[in-house]
């Protein structure tokens, strides 16, 4: 039986099969990429759009009239005396000056005292508190103040808020929002950027509109300030010694596989295992940066080990067997010649590293950096075993409490996380890209 006579120019049954193939490959692989890029974009705009106003802030101006009557009754000046004088005691002058606005703008309202007060923030007798404490020389005068407002009415120039809404919330009424309108009028309640989402501490639940990420920032920075101090140097030392020096035997075998178990371990055991050796056997103090900078740097070792000894293997043989030619010793040839080609791997690897470190939430929770922290820790060192918070940990904080200006500010701090993320992964390729060499 003859076979049957094929040509160059005509395309076989077999070879249009298997072109056939590769095009349901690629259309795959399209698909893939779409459908990835389709679900990040849900996910960020999902994100943007409940936690970009949580960089707008609603401000009211009052002029504040400080009567000596009420402020410092003894008339003496005296700080000691007056501090006796609590936020209570300011609230009702902030108050005052409200309705004093409103009377000069010729508004009459049946609101009662309280909930006309209910449009300035919670947080705003305290500020005028500490305000007229540094400075009682303008007791009996008439300042100027901005404050925040109130967490509704942020939300109702957000849009969060409106009078259909209002109807059914007992924390606001359509009559209050009437008010807020003619303030806005009269540009006495004005929407900016806020900075203070970056500087403040945490708040109460009543008030989610002073609540911010400072010491969340402030404690993720001392977390990553510690995984780097100890995460860096360790692992590094530990890539090289195995890599170039250690004797290949069974012993190097188990440890290369428990390195790269630990590789894969849920973080939450890496959690379990700082509360047990650090808070209960150490006795370091919980909700602290050293804790948690610890626990990271446990979680962090591997991918830094891994990463290093990947970099190490990429600088060719022929580097090695040079410098050695030349007689140049093994700790020479590591420190002089391999180590500073494999410098951009490294880099990269620890960046990633410490990337994943301040994304963790789960090992944080376990060592009791969920607790309410108020306070700025101070610095280093002192600062590294001071209460403090994290900003994976604020996201979930803020996520369980109910007022739905705690839920804008969580996705706030989710973007950014998010852009603390970018920047560290952005600086990962720089540098590989400034100081890799191609061989």
């Known amino acids: 039986m003859s076979r049957p006579k094929t040509s160059l120019y005509t395309t076989s049954a077999r070879t249009q099969k298997r072109n056939a193939a590769e095009r349901r490959f690629r259309a795959y692989g399209i698909f ?79 609101l009662k005292k309280k909930q006309i007060g209910a449009l300035v ?48 919330d007992g924390k606001i009424s359509p009559e209050q929002l ?35 990420l400072g010491v969340a920032i402030l404690g993720s920075l001392y977390m990553m300030l510690v995984v780097l101090v100890l995460a860096l140097p360790i692992g590094v030392g530990a890539s090289i010694y195995l ?77 090695r067997e040079a410098a050695l030619g030349i007689g140049a010793s093994k700790m020479q040839t590591v420190f002089h010649h391999v180590l500073p080609l494999a410098a951009p791997g490294i880099l990269t690897g620890t960046i990633i590293g410490m990337a994943r470190a301040l994304g963790e939430t789960a090992p944080l929770l376990l060592i009791g ?11 280093p060192l002192d600062g590294l075993f001071d209460p403090a918070s994290a900003l994976p940990v604020q996201v979930y904080n803020w996520t369980q409490r109910a007022d739905p200006g705690f839920v804008e500010r969580a996705s706030g701090a989710i973007i950014t996380l998010l852009l603390f993320l970018v920047i560290m992964n952005v600086a990962a390729v720089l540098l590989r890209r400034r100081f890799e060499r191609r061989w």
């Open 178 to 212: 009437d008010l807020v309108d003619a303030l806005i009028a009269d540009g006495a309640i004005v929407k900016r950027f806020n900075w203070a989402f970056f500087t403040s501490p945490d708040a109460s639940g009543q008030r989610p509109e002073s609540a911010g």
């Open 369 to 379: 950096m969920v607790a309410f922290v108020k306070e700025y820790p101070a610095a």
């Open 243 to 319: 890599e170039e020096f250690a004797p290949k035997n069974r012993w190097t075998d188990i440890i290369e596989v428990n390195i790269s178990n630990l590789a894969a371990v849920p973080s939450i055991v890496f959690g379990i295992l700082g509360l047990t050796i650090f808070i209960n056997f150490a006795g370091l103090p919980q909700s602290a940066p050293i804790v948690g900078g610890l626990v990271l740097t446990l979680m962090t070792l591997p991918t830094i080990v891994i990463s290093t000894r990947a970099a190490l293997k990429a600088v060719p043989p022929s580097i």
């Open 121 to 168: 923030s919670k947080a705003a007798p305290a500020k005028l508190r500490n305000f007229v404490l540094a400075n009682p020389e303008v007791i009996g005068t008439t300042h100027r103040f901005e404050f925040l407002a109130s967490g509704r009415i942020d939300g109702y120039m957000k849009g969060r808020v409106t009078h259909e809404s209002a109807v059914r």
């Open 32 to 110: 893939a990429v779409g459908l990835a890029m389709a679900a990040l974009a849900m996910l960020l705009t999902s994100i943007i759009s409940s936690g970009a106003g949580a960089f707008q802030q609603t401000y009211i101006t009052l002029d504040v009239e400080l009567p000596e009557a009420k402020l410092d009754k003894s008339g003496v000046r005296d700080i000691a005396v007056m501090k006796k004088v609590s936020t209570f005691g300011y609230a009702p002058v902030i108050t005052q000056a409200l309705i004093a606005k409103l009377a000069a703008m010729g508004i009459q309202t049946p």
